[in-house]
């Protein structure tokens, strides 16, 4: 991407540091990866339901959830699932979650985000603990059996193409931060997210 001479970045007085200052949680993005069907967006959001509800009792922590399919109807509706496609929809909500973090929010993301590459790109965007890889490995038989859409069902068929796991690859990820077994029950993944999440001193 090249950046034109005469655009010039403006700095602000008001940053991240005096925007967490006025709250108990520190903006980061967890990234949910997994194909389709691996619960990604499932947990994602029964983890924002439980931070709300822990706002409710305690204190508040303002949070935010990118899903995948939501923003192909707006920010990425001109997108289709080609390589170059997929590479440019996850530079799109990289940035977008940049500015949410920024802003001193939680920002969940559930993406297949199939390339491991575009998940570094995004990683090397933020500064060193405000950017927590989730993969939820869940293996592609289960995927599969859940198939909640029916587009595995599509894909086998070939009414899909270039469908992550079947005829498009997905890379796992390597090293990352949380890694879930799919297969266990959402309550169980969730106490496990947060578990982490504290012990990172996230939030208090």
């Known amino acids: 991407m090249t950046i034109h001479q005469d655009i010039v970045w403006h700095p602000h007085q008001i940053g991240l540091k005096e925007r967490e200052a006025q709250q108990v949680h520190k ?6 990866t997994g194909l389709s069907g691996s619960g990604k967006s499932t947990l994602a959001d029964a983890l924002e339901q439980t931070l709300y509800q822990y706002s409710t009792l305690h204190a508040p922590i303002r949070t935010y959830l990118l899903d995948g399919d939501n923003l192909r109807h707006g920010l990425c509706h001109d997108l289709g699932f080609s390589e170059q ?3 440019e929809n996850i530079r799109r909500v990289g940035e977008v979650a940049k500015l949410m973090v920024d802003a001193g929010l939680i920002v969940l993301t559930a993406f297949i985000s199939p390339y491991q590459q575009d998940r570094q790109q995004v990683r ?8 927590i ?14 198939d909640p859409k029916g587009l595995y069902q599509k894909a086998r068929r070939g009414e899909i193409k270039q469908f992550s796991g079947i005829d498009s690859p997905y890379e796992p990820p390597t090293a990352p931060e949380i890694h879930l077994d799919g297969s266990l029950a959402i309550n169980e993944l969730t106490q496990q997210i947060l578990a982490y999440l504290q012990q990172q001193q996230i939030y208090r």
Do not use: S
Request: hydrophobic letters at 45%; glycine letters at 6%.
């Open 85 to 87: 496609d997929r590479h």
């Open 133 to 146: 890889e989730i993969f939820v490995d869940t293996p592609l038989a289960l995927c599969e059996a859940r």
């Open 27 to 32: 903006g980061c993005v967890l990234w949910f």
């Open 124 to 131: 090397e965007r933020f500064a060193q603990g405000r950017f």
